[in-house]
């Protein structure tokens, strides 16, 4: 079935909209004249004259109930569409991928076919190749070989069905063309062997003397093509694939067309043609409207399309429409009727002299008044419906009967009788009166009452806000102090203990990084939901900060207690968690400070605490640790350590080194990778293992970034080499938009040509914003500046970023390149990343290359750079001018490499 073709479904598409309420627009439009009218022809009465600003009004309040109507609805309209393109759009591309990676997946096994038939043609079996070498695919097709007459030969298809004729097939004619040698994909056809729809995928073989041998063939059922497209249900949408030839060889759900019909819609069959690319809004023969997005496969004629039924993307909004007129013209016939009637009461009121009734009865408040003699002269409406008087009260003979005590009147000031009261009573449903008592100067006195019921939960609420966590709901660091000087009093009073458990989660920072504030925050409040499952009701759960919490234990045997809680939060914290499709292993570190023993009051048990956690964050991930009062040092040594880097910073005693890189197949020296170290005059070598997770905590980590890269661009501006310099760039340098920026700057002040600066990423800059990624990339690439993937293949998708972004070369983390001496199956993935690369046009650095096994392997592979203690440690920069100048003479680079490193280091 067509996209243009009527469809028999019952609720197609529009059955089931409701109508458009176009005529209510006009009647609204038509009261509002008529109320324009009516305004005008009196305006010759003067009372009119003087309730001109009421009409006024009640117009303007007429418009802002439309206008506040309309507005959002203008809004979800834009909103629905934009939703409908967006997921058609990643539907499209999600499937796109999936089909290229299916027919890439075909179309290589029927490549290893030919090639094993061209290197032994006599004894090639098809049947017997594919259950030796071919590989399980999730879909189910079989593989066959036809030889040069047409007649098929063996295939894996079950059973072996007889020899048969297929020359006069299209799939077998296409590769008769002895100028074409390319991958056929037929339109859907009806198999001879096993009577269903088949997509054919064909190569042409040849003999060893060019010859044409025949065809090898992927049969692949149409229905089972099918089913892959069936996966998601999108209501009345459609999911297929079809050719650029407008066949369709696959379709999803409900819609969409018969398999091996034809697109007939022109407007999508032009824009198929002429873009990779793309969506629109169609409108079908039945009238049906659809949004569908389409994406062509580079390397294949063939194009995916997702569509959804406007019908369906417009139903809320056309729902929220009808109900947003009948709201909007519902609340003008009341704005309308209230306004008149407020109108006519104000005309009534300057003729007359039951002024003070009328606004009386407008108010708000509930109102009585007393005279001298204890009579109520004046009761309003309000008063009445506060205190559930009867209505008979309204009247003068009823208000005589009234009994006083259900007033709810504030007792008098034995001392100032004179002088007003108030108080605040609560009604048998929960409703609080605010009561005020104001004696009058001829006696008597006035009751106002008033409903504050909103007012206090309003209060409730804000005071709930101020005392818990926006994000997670728990208690925040306010009400924790105000509950644990509670706890404090207590514990000292009954001389029981009490623990105090703090709280981290261990590489949360990390996952901020890479996948994003929105993952952080959901991870955050999936834990405060783990926590509370593993507290009791007694025990208080309170967020601090970040990813810092505090559980406040009280009433039990401490520190075992304490201990135990502790180790249930451990267990429970441990399991995996799904946060935005991403398993994430966390784990948590607490530390512990219980009462009397660690501290007599709050804040020392919360900085003993503190210090606890600190020193389980030092000993790894997981860990618990109770409060001693030793770890104060440990905490202390920490901000010593911040505190003497950030000096070092300021003093510029922080030191680049310079680790050498060769060319891997003449180890003539190409670039060197800047490294920092830091030398403290007292505490002396302090690996860069320990300062710089300090850095990235303390937030040193940018200017330390920014001193590295001018250091190593000044460096390099001096050397007598046309070597390049590699600068790795932090995750929390590289979301600075200034980046490129400061990059053009640092080379304009040392002068060093931008094509000799290489700037080293990480897989985690990447993740979390690759809009703001690729945006950084791109203004680097265009200063001239190469761009390096470091630590390739240990992360999260390497292979879709070598796509997406313009990196100049990628750099084998040294696991790998260790590693494929001893194991087959990372030997065969550094070759297939070798062989990319080359395809690709990268270059690549392996590291950690220790050993001449380990060179020469990388050497026969076809590596283009190489970087490692075998060649050259990393040195002071003031030996590299040496170095280079002792490796431009010696006969041998690599012997020069060894030579200049061994110097060094001596």
Not at 207 to 221: E, T
Not at 269 to 279: E, F, R
Not at 318 to 326: C, K, L, M, N, P
Request: one cysteine or more; hydrophobic letters at 45%; glycine letters at 6%.
């Amino acid at each position: 079935m067509s996209l243009t073709q009527k469809t028999a479904h019952p609720g197609w598409p529009f059955a089931q909209q409701p109508a458009r309420p176009r005529g209510l627009w006009r009647r609204a439009a038509a009261w509002i004249a008529a109320l324009g009218s009516r305004v005008k022809a009196r305006t010759h009465d003067r009372d009119t004259l003087m309730v001109l600003p009421e009409y006024g009004a009640m117009l303007v309040c007429v418009v802002l109930v439309w206008f506040s109507l309309l507005l959002p609805l203008t809004q979800q309209r834009r909103d629905a569409k934009q939703a409908a393109v967006d997921t058609t759009t990643n539907l499209a591309r999600a499937f796109d991928e999936n089909t290229d990676r299916i027919v890439s997946g075909i179309d290589e096994i029927l490549l290893g076919a030919r090639a094993a038939y061209a290197e032994n043609p006599a004894t090639f079996n098809v049947a017997k190749w594919v259950a030796s070498r071919a590989k399980a695919d999730k879909f189910a097709f079989f593989i066959g070989r036809v030889d040069a007459n047409g007649m098929t030969r063996e295939s894996t298809l079950v059973p072996p069905p007889p020899s048969m004729n297929i020359s006069d097939r299209p799939h077998f004619r296409a590769q008769l063309d002895p100028t074409k040698d390319d991958l056929y994909i037929s339109v859907p056809v009806i198999g001879r062997a096993t009577h269903k729809a088949a997509v054919q995928f064909t190569r042409k073989m040849l003999n060893r003397d060019g010859s044409f041998a025949g065809i090898v063939q992927v049969s692949l059922s149409a229905d089972e093509l099918s089913r892959f497209y069936e996966k998601l249900d999108i209501g009345r949408g459609f999911i297929m694939l079809a050719g650029t030839d407008g066949i369709i060889r696959a379709r999803g759900p409900l819609i969409g067309g018969r398999v091996g019909g034809k697109l007939r819609n022109p407007q999508l069959l032009k824009a198929i043609h002429g873009q990779l690319a793309g969506t629109l809004s169609i409108r079908s023969a039945d009238g049906a409207s659809r949004i569908v997005s389409f994406r062509r496969l580079q390397d294949y004629p063939l194009v995916v399309l997702v569509g959804l039924d406007q019908a369906d993307v417009y139903a809320k909004y056309w729902e929220s429409r009808r109900h947003a007129v009948i709201t909007g013209l519902t609340t003008t016939a009341i704005v309308l009727l209230l306004g008149m009637f407020w109108i006519n009461q104000r005309r009534r009121s300057i003729r007359s002299r039951r002024a003070l009734k009328v606004t009386m009865e407008s108010v708000s408040q509930g109102i009585i008044m007393f005279d001298a003699e204890g009579r109520m002269p004046v009761v309003n409406r309000r008063a009445v419906d506060l205190l559930d008087l009867p209505a008979e009260v309204l009247t003068a003979r009823g208000a005589r009967g009234v009994d006083r005590s259900v007033l709810r009147i504030p007792p008098e000031d034995p001392d100032q009788p004179e002088a007003a009261t108030a108080f605040e009573s609560t009604r048998s449903d929960g409703k609080i009166l605010e009561v005020h008592r104001n004696p009058i100067a001829s006696g008597g006195s006035v009751l106002t009452y008033t409903d504050v019921t909103d007012r206090k939960l309003a209060e409730a609420r804000i005071r709930h806000l101020a005392e818990h966590d926006s994000l997670t709901g728990l208690p925040n660091r306010l009400l924790l102090n105000e509950h644990l000087t509670a706890a404090v009093d207590q514990a000292a009073r009954n001389g029981t203990a009490f623990a105090l458990l703090c709280l981290d989660l261990d590489g949360f920072k990390n996952v901020n990084d890479t996948l994003g504030h929105d993952a952080g925050d959901l991870l955050l409040v999936r834990f405060a939901q783990w926590l509370r499952m593993v507290v009791r009701p007694t025990d208080l759960i309170a967020r601090i900060g970040g990813d810092e919490f505090v559980i406040l234990q009280i009433g039990e045997d401490q520190p075992d207690a304490a201990r135990h809680l502790a180790q249930r939060v451990l267990d429970t914290s441990a399991e995996p968690m799904n946060v935005d499709g991403y398993r994430i292993n966390m784990a948590t570190s607490i530390g512990v400070a219980t009462y009397p023993k660690d501290g007599l009051d709050g804040r020392t048990l919360m900085r003993n605490a503190d210090t606890a956690l600190y020193r389980a964050k030092a000993d790894g991930r997981g860990v618990l640790r109770l409060f001693e009062t030793w770890m104060d040092s440990f905490l202390q040594e920490r901000r010593s350590l911040e505190q003497d880097m950030r000096q070092a910073l300021e003093a510029g005693r922080i030191e680049v080194f310079m680790q050498p890189q060769f060319a891997c197949d003449s180890l003539e020296v190409c670039g060197f990778e800047a490294l920092v170290r830091w030398n403290d005059p007292t505490r002396g070598f302090v690996p860069p293992s320990v300062f710089i997770p300090v850095a990235e905590e303390c937030g040193l980590i940018v200017p330390l970034g920014r001193a590295v890269l001018e250091r190593a661009c000044s460096l390099a501006a001096t050397w007598q080499s046309e070597a390049h310099v590699a600068v790795n760039v932090s995750p929390m340098q590289f979301r600075d938009d200034a980046l490129p920026n400061l990059v053009a700057e640092v080379l304009r002040r040392t002068g060093l040509p931008s094509h000799r600066l290489e700037i080293e990423v990480t897989e985690g800059v990447l993740i979390s914003n690759e809009q703001q990624a690729l945006a950084t990339l791109r203004a680097l690439k265009a200063q001239g500046v190469r761009i390096a993937l470091d630590d390739f293949g240990t992360g999260y998708s390497s292979l879709s970023y070598l796509r997406r972004f313009p990196f100049d070369k990628i750099k084998i983390d040294k696991a790998f390149v260790q590693a494929q001496q001893t194991d087959a199956g990372t030997q065969a993935i550094m070759e297939a990343v070798l062989a990319m690369s080359s395809r690709l046009d990268l270059d690549v650095t392996a590291e950690g290359v220790e050993t001449e096994q380990q060179l020469a392997m990388l050497q026969r592979q076809g590596c283009t750079e190489v970087q490692g203690f075998l060649l050259a440690r990393p040195m002071p920069a003031s030996d590299v001018p040496d170095f280079l100048e002792l490796a431009q003479s010696t006969p041998s680079p690599w012997q020069a490499a060894g030579h200049v490193a061994a110097d060094a280091a001596a």
